[in-house]
C-alpha cells in the first residue's frame, strides 16, 4: 500500500519555498511521489550455553582461578641478549630489589641468568575474570526495532529522486557489561577510541571520535537513522545516470562476494545472521557515488562507477555479535586521520547475456572496505598497578629520564641500554607510548592471551613480540622479545600483573586502508537436457584475482602481508517441481575457494592457533586455503502464503552454519519470519582451522515481524 | 434483417460439422470471406447464434442477469469455470446484446493489417518444418491476425501467441486484489506490464536489431512495499519452439540475475493465482506446448467485448456487492467460440495436465483460459474481458494517439481448488506507474526491456 501520510513537513517546505511555491507544481510533485514503508521487530533468542566469546564476562577462563608468577625481565637477567655488550645498571637492580622485598618482606638478591625464566619471588597472584565481571546470562542475543521508509519522486521522464531511511533502535535489553563495575580496577578504563565504554550499538565513528564514518547517518548508542538511498537518477536512452548516496551490488554467486566488490559491508546489527536469502541487500555500505549504466548493446550492459571510499563498519565491542575481543579498546579508525574520507573508489562491470550463455568482467581500482589492522600506541597516560606496578615503576624511576641532565651524552647513541636510559620522563608516559596500558577486563594471563588470540586468528606469540619490537616504548618498560613459548607465557603474566590483582593489559589496535587493484572474470552458462534433473541449471564460475592484496598481519605487525589473492566461486541454480502441488522449489549450490584469506578477509596464516584452551598454547602455521559451500534455497507453498527457506554453509576443514527458516505471508501488509540459526565450529578437525568456528556461539532462535504500510 | 432460412438448431449441427471436418468459422458463409467484406459479420452465422433468447429458448434477454438461482438454464453457454463461480460463488453476471461491428472488438491499427493481409488473401502459414508463423514465402509475419479464420487448435493459439496485446506496444497499469477463499483482502499489488513486438509489428517490419525475436515483456511490481521494486524481463524468440529468456532484479539482490526459462507455472508474488504461463491465455511460446485439438465450436457468452469503465476514477470496474471477489461484469453473446485443448508437452514438470481456451471468431481473443490440475481436475481460470475504450463522449486514445484504444478491461484468475481470487483491472495509473497506449517505443525499450532498464527499475 502507498501511504501520502506524513509528509505534510514536504508540503509546508515546498510551499514555503518561493521558486516552487506554484500549487501546480506542488501537485505535480505530490502525484508523482511514492512512499512506502514498513515497521520491524527483530528478535534473536538464545539457545545456547554458550555466549560472544569475544564479550566481557563470556572470555575463554572467565570462571577460571590461574595463578599469575612474575619473572625477572632479562634487563636485568640477560642484559647483553637485550642490547650488545649490556650489562645490568646496579641502581637500577638495586632499586627493583628493593621494591621486591619491600613488597615481598624478603630479598631476593641479584637474580640468576635466565631469559624470562628467572621467577621473582614471592610475586604471584591468582586471577579469575569472574570476580569482577559476572558472566552475563542473556535469553536475548538481539532485538531491535526498524521503520524504513523510501521515497520515490519522479520530477521528469528523466529524472527522479529515490530516498530510502533507515531508523534502527535497540533498547539494549540485554545482560549489560556495566562498565561502573569495574572502573575502580587499573584506573578503569581509558584510551581508545571510544568516549566512554558505555556499551554502543550503533556509533562508528572515526579516531577522533567526532565524525560518523557514514556521513549520512546519526546515530547514538541506542539508536541510529541513516539513509541508505539518497540518490537522483537520469535516464535517457540506454542510459541511466544515478548520483547520491546508494549501493552497488555486482556478480552473480550470492552471498559469496567474488566478485561483489563496490561496497563494505556493515557488521552491525545481525552480522551475517539475518536471513541467508536476503544476502547483503541491508549490509552494503552505502557510498555517495556517480553510477551509470548503460546498455553497450542489445546483449552487453556497462556498469560504471566512481565513489567515495567508506569502509566496512564493524560491530562495537560488548554488543551482541562483536567479532574483536574487548581485551582491545575498540580500533582507532584512521579513516579521518589518514585521509581515506577523500579517497575515490572506480571501477566498471560488463556483462553480457547471449541467452544460455554469457560472460562478464569486472575491474575496482579501490581501496579493501575491511582495512587492515595493526598495534598502535595507547595514548594512555597510565603506568601499572600492583606489586608488579610498584616493582616496575622503582625500576624505570631508577633509569636517566630524558629530562635530566647528561642524558644525551650517557644515554645517546650506541650508550643506550634498557636497564640505565628511560625513553620517557614517566612509565606514564612510556605506556603512552606503548600498545598495552593497565585497565579492566583486559587480557590478564596468558592462558586467555593465546585461547582469544588463536579464536581471532591472531598469532598470540607474535602479537606478543610485535609489541615490543614495534614499540621502542615496550622495550623501555623491560619488554624483551621472547624466542619461545614458554619465555612468551612467562613475559605475559608478568606484564599481566601490571594492571592490579584484579586487572590486566588492554591493548589498541589502528585500522588503516589499503588500495587495491581487483580484476573479474565470469561466466555462465544454462544446461539443456532431456533428464529434467539436468536441464536448465544456471551455471556460474567467477574468478577475482587481486594482486598485492594487503592483509592484516595476524601477529599485529606495523608491516602488513602483502600477497596475490585469487578467489574464485562455482554456482549452480535450478527451480525444480517435487510435487505438482507445490510451485518450484529453488536450489542453489556455491563453492568458493580463495588461496589467502577467509570468507570475511582475515589472512589464512593466523589459522590453527590455539581454541579455547590456551594452556598450551600453539603458534598458528596457517592453512593453505580456504574452501566453503553453501546448499541453500527455498520452497514456497501455493500461493506463496508460506516459504520454506534453508542455508547451509560449510567450510570444509570442519564448521556448519544451517539456518532453517519459514516466511508467512499472511497479507495485510504483515511478514512473519522465523529462523533459527545452528553454528557448529567444531564439526571435525581443528576448531581454529574453520571460520565458523568464530560466531559459534550463536545458536539462536530468530523472529522477524514485519508490517508494511 | 436476415431471412430465418433454417431450423433454430441449423447453426449448432453446422458447427459441429465443421468441427469434425476442421473447417474455419462461419455458418453461412466462410469468416474470413465475410470479414473482407465488412465490418458488419453478422452475416456470416445464423441470427440465433447471436441471440441469447434463442439460446436460451426465451429464458434470458440482454439486460438480465445470471445468478446462481437462474444458471442451470444457461450452464450451456457458459464455460465450466464461470458457471462453477455463478453456482457456488454466488458471481452475478450481466447479459449484453452481442457487437456485430468487428472493428471495434480490434485495435484499430491491427485490423487494418489484418484486413490489408486478409484481401489481398496474404494469410499466414505455418512452417511445415518449425511450426513457426511464416508467410507463404517462409519470412517472419507481419502484423496482424496471421489466420483470421484459424481451422487448427494450433492457428487459433498461434493468433493468441503472436502479438497478445494487439498492438506494437503495450504498457498496462495494472492493480491487483488478491482474496482468500472466505472473500478477505489478503494482498493487493500494483504493477506495470509492458509489451513491445519485435515482430509481428503493423508495420511489418522488425524493430531494429531484433529480427529473432517476437517479443520483449517486463513487469515490474511498484507495491506493495515488500516487492516493491521487482522487475522480470522475457526475451522472447521468434522461434515458438524455444523458451523464453527470463532475468529478474530481486529486491533482495539488488542486481540483475538470470532466471532458468522454464519457470512458467510460479506464483511470482505472494498470494496471487496466476502464473506466467497464463496470462492472454497463450503465456508460453506456442510450440512449447502440444497435441492441440478443437473440442467443439458453438455459440457462447464471454466478456468478449464491453465491461467499460473509463468513465469511472482510475478505471475501476464495480465490486460485486454480494461478493466482493468478483467484479461487476458482463457477457455476450459471440455466435461462435472455439474451444481449443493443448498440454504442456515442453514442460515434463508442469504441474498442469492441459489447457481449455473459449477463442471468440470473431477476434481470435480469448474470454476464458481454463487451466487443469495433473488429476485433470479444474484448477483456475484466467478470465479476460476486452473492449474498445470508448464510453459515450468519452474515448482513450490508442496505439496512434487517434483512434480510440482497444484493449483488455480486467483479468480475474479464480482458483477452484482454493476459492482464492486474483483481481485485476487495466488501470490508468498505480503506484507510481501510469499506462501509456501510445507510448515511445524506443523509450519503453530503454526503460523497460533491457537488462539494463529492469536494472534502473529495481530497489535502491
Not at chain 2, 452475416?43 to 446462481?68: H, R, Y
Request: hydrophobic share 35%.
Amino acid at each position: 500500500m502507498t501511504s501520502k501520510l506524513g509528509t505534510f513537513g514536504l508540503a509546508a517546505a515546498l510551499a514555503a519555498t518561493p521558486a516552487i511555491s506554484s500549487a501546480g507544481i506542488f501537485k505535480e510533485l505530490w502525484d508523482s511521489t511514492v512512499f512506502q514503508g514498513i515497521l520491524r521487530t527483530d528478535v534473536a533468542i538464545r539457545t545456547s550455553n554458550t555466549q560472544n566469546f569475544y564479550n566481557q564476562g563470556n572470555q575463554p577462563y572467565s570462571d577460571t582461578e590461574i595463578t599469575r608468577q612474575a619473572y625477572f625481565p632479562p634487563a636485568f637477567t640477560d642484559p647483553g641478549t637485550i642490547v650488545p655488550g649490556g650489562v645490568v645498571d646496579p641502581g637500577a637492580l638495586a632499586a627493583l630489589t628493593g621494591a621486591i622485598a619491600g613488597i615481598t618482606g624478603q630479598d631476593p638478591g641479584t637474580p640468576s641468568p635466565g631469559y624470562w625464566t628467572t621467577p621473582i619471588p614471592g610475586v604471584m597472584d591468582q586471577f579469575r575474570r569472574s570476580d569482577s565481571v559476572p558472566r552475563p546470562d542473556d535469553d536475548l542475543n538481539y532485538l531491535q526495532f526498524r521503520l524504513e521508509g523510501t521515497m520515490t519522486t519522479r520530477f521528469t521522464r528523466n529524472w527522479k529522486l529515490d530516498v530510502r531511511m533507515r531508523a534502527l533502535y535497540d533498547p539494549g535489553w540485554y545482560d549489560e557489561f556495566e562498565t561502573d563495575s569495574v572502573n575502580d580496577i587499573a584506573g578503569g578504563f581509558t584510551g581508545g577510541q571510544a568516549p566512554d565504554y558505555d556499551v554502543n550499538y550503533f556509533e562508528a565513528k572515526g579516531r577522533d571520535g567526532d565524525k560518523n564514518l557514514n556521513p549520512l547517518e546519526i546515530a547514538g548508542e541506542h539508536y541510529m537513522i541513516d539513509l541508505p538511498t539518497f540518490q537522483v537518477e537520469y535516464k535517457s536512452g540506454d542510459l541511466t545516470l544515478r548520483m547520491g548516496n546508494q549501493t552497488i551490488a555486482w556478480g552473480s554467486s550470492i552471498f559469496f562476494r567474488t566478485l561483489d566488490i563496490p561496497n563494505g559491508l556493515d557488521f552491525r546489527r545481525h552480522l551475517i545472521l539475518d536471513r541467508a536469502i536476503e544476502e547483503f541487500s541491508d549490509k552494503r555500505v552505502p557510498a555517495l557515488s556517480v553510477r551509470a549504466t548503460y546498455q553497450l548493446t542489445n546483449n552487453i550492459l556497462g556498469d560504471f562507477f566512481v565513489k567515495k571510499f567508506q569502509p566496512s563498519i564493524l560491530p562495537n565491542p560488548n554488543t551482541p555479535y562483536n567479532v574483536i575481543p574487548t581485551g582491545f579498546n575498540k580500533p582507532f579508525d584512521n579513516y579521518y586521520e589518514g585521509g581515506y574520507d577523500t579517497e575515490l573508489d572506480a571501477g566498471f562491470r560488463i556483462k553480457a547475456d547471449y541467452g544460455t550463455w554469457g560472460w562478464q568482467a569486472v575491474y575496482a581500482h579501490r581501496y579493501n572496505p575491511l582495512g587492515v589492522i595493526r598495534w598502535t600506541k595507547s595514548g594512555v597516560n597510565k603506568g601499572l598497578y600492583g606489586p608488579v606496578g610498584e616493582i616496575v615503576t622503582a625500576a624505570y624511576e631508577a633509569k636517566l629520564s630524558p629530562s635530566e641532565p647528561g642524558y644525551d651524552a650517557l644515554c645517546g647513541g650506541d650508550n643506550y641500554s634498557p636497564t640505565t636510559c628511560a625513553l620517557y620522563d614517566t612509565i606514564d608516559e612510556a605506556f603512552a607510548n606503548a600498545p598495552i596500558a593497565a585497565g579492566p577486563t583486559g587480557a590478564a594471563t596468558s592462558q586467555d592471551w593465546f585461547a582469544v588470540a588463536g579464536g581471532v586468528r591472531v598469532n598470540g606469540f607474535e602479537a606478543l613480540n610485535n609489541a615490543i619490537l614495534d614499540f621502542p616504548a615496550m622495550q623501555d618498560i623491560y619488554g624483551a622479545e621472547a624466542f619461545n613459548l614458554e619465555q612468551a607465557r612467562n613475559e605475559l603474566d608478568t606484564f599481566f600483573q601490571g594492571g592490579g590483582p584484579m586487572g590486566g593489559l588492554r591493548g589498541n589496535i589502528e585500522r588503516d586502508y589499503e588500495r587495491e587493484d581487483v580484476f573479474g572474470l565470469g561466466g555462465s552458462y544454462v544446461t539443456s537436457s532431456e533428464n529434467t534433473w539436468l536441464d536448465s541449471i544456471i551455471l556460474n564460475l567467477e574468478v577475482q584475482y587481486t594482486p598485492d592484496r594487503v592483509f592484516t598481519d595476524p601477529g599485529l605487525s606495523k608491516d602488513y602481508l602483502t600477497a596475490d589473492e585469487t578467489i574464485a566461486s562455482f554456482v549452480a541454480e535450478k527451480w525444480t517441481r517435487w510435487s505438482a502441488a507445490y510451485p518450484a522449489a529453488y536450489l542453489v549450490f556455491q563453492y568458493q575457494y580463495r588461496s589467502e584469506s577467509d570468507l570475511v578477509g582475515l589472512h589464512l596464516s593466523g589459522y590453527s592457533g590455539n581454541d579455547e584452551d590456551g594452556s598450551d598454547p600453539t603458534i598458528p602455521d596457517g592453512i593453505g586455503s580456504s574452501n566453503y559451500f553453501v546448499f541453500a534455497g527455498f520452497q514456497p507453498t501455493p500461493n506463496r502464503r508460506f516459504v520454506i527457506e534453508w542455508a547451509a554453509l560449510y567450510d570444509i576443514k570442519g564448521g556448519l552454519l544451517i539456518q532453517p527458516g519459514l516466511q508467512y505471508n499472511p497479507g495485510g501488509g504483515k511478514v512473519v519470519e522465523v529462523l533459527y540459526n545452528y553454528v557448529d565450529g567444531d564439526l571435525h578437525g581443528e576448531p581454529t582451522e574453520n571460520v565458523v568456528r568464530r560466531i559459534d556461539f550463536a545458536d539462536e532462535l530468530v523472529f522477524r515481524f514485519t508490517y508494511q504500510f | 434483417m436476415h431471412i430465418r432460412k433454417y431450423d433454430i438448431d441449423y447453426g449448432r449441427r453446422k458447427l459441429l460439422q465443421n468441427t469434425a471436418m476442421g473447417a474455419g468459422a462461419g455458418v453461412l458463409m466462410p469468416y474470413g470471406m465475410a470479414m473482407a467484406q465488412d465490418t458488419d459479420v453478422q452475416k456470416a452465422w445464423p441470427d440465433e447464434l447471436w441471440s441469447v433468447e434463442a439460446q436460451t429458448k426465451g429464458k434470458f434477454k440482454p439486460g438480465d442477469m445470471i445468478t446462481k438461482d437462474n444458471v442451470e438454464d444457461i450452464k450451456h453457454l457458459l464455460d465450466d469455470s464461470a458457471y462453477l463461480q455463478i453456482k457456488e460463488e454466488g458471481r452475478e453476471i450481466r447479459i449484453k446484446a452481442p457487437e456485430r461491428d468487428i472493428s471495434k472488438m480490434f485495435n484499430a491499427g491491427y485490423y487494418e493489417a489484418t484486413m490489408n493481409n486478409l484481401k489481398p488473401g496474404n494469410e499466414a502459414k505455418l512452417d511445415s518444418e518449425t511450426g513457426n508463423v511464416v508467410t507463404q514465402s517462409g519470412k517472419p509475419y507481419g502484423g496482424g491476425l496471421p489466420f483470421p479464420n484459424p481451422k487448427t487448435g494450433q492457428e487459433t493459439w498461434a493468433n493468441l501467441a503472436m502479438s497478445w496485446g494487439r498492438a506494437d506496444a503495450n504498457c498496462y497499469a495494472i492493480q491487483q486484489w488478491d482474496f482468500n477463499g472466505d472473500g478477505k483482502l489478503e494482498f493487493r499489488y500494483d504493477f506495470q506490464w509492458v509489451e513491445l513486438q519485435m515482430q509481428g509489428r503493423l508495420d511489418g517490419k522488425a524493430y531494429p536489431g531484433h529480427e529473432n525475436e517476437i517479443r520483449r515483456q517486463s513487469v515490474y511490481f511498484a507495491s506493495s512495499q515488500d516487492v516493491r521494486g521487482t522487475a522480470f524481463l522475457s526475451n522472447w524468440p521468434y522461434d515458438q519452439r524455444k523458451i523464453p529468456e527470463l532475468y529478474g532484479y530481486l529486491p533482495q539482490f539488488r542486481r540483475v540475475r538470470q532466471f532458468p526459462a522454464n519457470q512458467r507455472f510460479e506464483p511470482l508474488i505472494p498470494g496471487s493465482t496466476w502464473f506466467l504461463t497464463d496470462p492472454w491465455g497463450a503465456g508460453d511460446p506456442y510450440l512449447t506446448w502440444g497435441n492441440y485439438k478443437i473440442i467443439e465450436r458453438k455459440p457462447m457468452l464471454g466478456a468478449w467485448n464491453g465491461n467499460v469503465n473509463i468513465d469511472r476514477e482510475n478505471w475501476e470496474p464495480v465490486e460485486q456487492a454480494s461478493n466482493n471477489k468478483f467484479w461487476e461484469t458482463e457477457y455476450e453473446m459471440t455466435p461462435e467460440c472455439i474451444v481449443v485443448e493443448c498440454e504442456p508437452t515442453a514442460f515434463p514438470r508442469s504441474p498442469i495436465s492441459k489447457k481449455r481456451v473459449y477463442v471468440d471468431t470473431r477476434n481470435s481473443q480469448v474470454c476464458a483460459a481454463v487451466r487443469y490440475d495433473k488429476q485433470g481436475k479444474l484448477w483456475a481460470n484466467f478470465e479476460m474481458a476486452f473492449a474498445q475504450f470508448k464510453k459515450g463522449d468519452q474515448m482513450v486514445p490508442g496505439w496512434n494517439g487517434k483512434d480510440p484504444a482497444w484493449s483488455w478491461t480486467y483479468v480475474m484468475i479464480y482458483d477452484h481448488q482454493s476459492k482464492r481470487q486474483s483481481r485485476t483491472h487495466n488501470a490508468e495509473r498505480g503506484t507510481g506507474i501510469e499506462g501509456r497506449f501510445a507510448a515511445d517505443q524506443d523509450w519503453l525499450y530503454e526503460t523497460y526491456c533491457t537488462q539494463g532498464a529492469i536494472q534502473a527499475l529495481g530497489t535502491v
